[in-house]
């Protein structure tokens, strides 16, 4: 590569981790925020670390968490779907990369580049409303930033609205099968008063107005 040539881009994705193994090396601060995330997403963890803070050790006596307690060695890594690392010595941190390169492992060890095949964004969540910011890894303070600024404007109105659409998706499908009308539909319920309604705590005209854009009646919650 030439020294004026740019690096590959990053490919952004959301992943799929329900029931797969997830390794984090680690059992400070960042591995607790990091279990915490992938705990959400339904991943089984195992936490490699000779000690834990007090919420990962309690994690682990719930048997919510895998506990290994002794530093990371070659071999951790079997069965793992994705890699991640707190910073620590820069021998283990390479040997925790390499061992995920050799077996396809996607791997991220918190704030070190050359040790990482993907990068971690700054999220905003509402509810089923996931924004994930990145700055491909060369200002992630301005990610954070920017992830500050999107949870002031962002309120808890969006994941409300997405908690509504999700019981209208079916009766929709089952009612109108055109995929053009039903498009057609969705674009008017966003782009409707619906959201200030929810916002403004007015949560049963919210779903009066969205059933009556969306022709069908909401299915109940867990139906």
Wanted: net charge negative; hydrophobic share 45%.
């Amino acid at each position: 590569m030439s020294g004026d040539a740019r690096p590959p881009a990053y490919y952004p994705v959301y992943l799929s981790l329900a029931e797969r193994l997830v390794v984090v090396k680690g059992g400070g601060r960042v591995a607790e925020r990091r279990v915490a995330g992938l705990l959400r997403c339904g991943a089984r963890v195992r936490v490699v670390a000779p000690e834990l803070t007090l919420e990962l050790a309690q994690r682990a006596q719930d048997g919510e968490i895998e506990h290994v307690a002794r530093p990371y060695r070659a071999g951790d890594l079997e069965g793992a779907a994705l890699a991640l690392a707190e910073p620590g010595e820069p021998a283990s941190d390479g040997s925790f990369f390499a061992e995920a390169e050799r077996r396809g492992i996607f791997a991220n060890v918190e704030d070190d580049l050359e040790h990482c095949s993907f990068i971690m964004p700054a999220l905003v969540r509402r509810g089923d409303l996931v924004v994930a910011i990145s700055t491909s890894g060369r200002a992630p303070a301005l990610a954070v930033r920017l992830r500050e600024r999107l949870e002031r404007e962002l309120g808890p109105e969006y994941g409300a609205l997405l908690e509504l659409a999700g019981r209208l998706r079916a009766p929709l499908a089952r009612a109108v099968p055109g995929f053009e009308e039903r498009r057609r539909r969705w674009y008017e319920l966003v782009d409707s008063e619906v959201l200030v309604l929810f916002r403004e705590g007015r949560a049963v005209e919210a779903r009066e107005r969205a059933e009556q854009i969306m022709g069908v009646s909401a299915e109940e919650p867990g139906g």
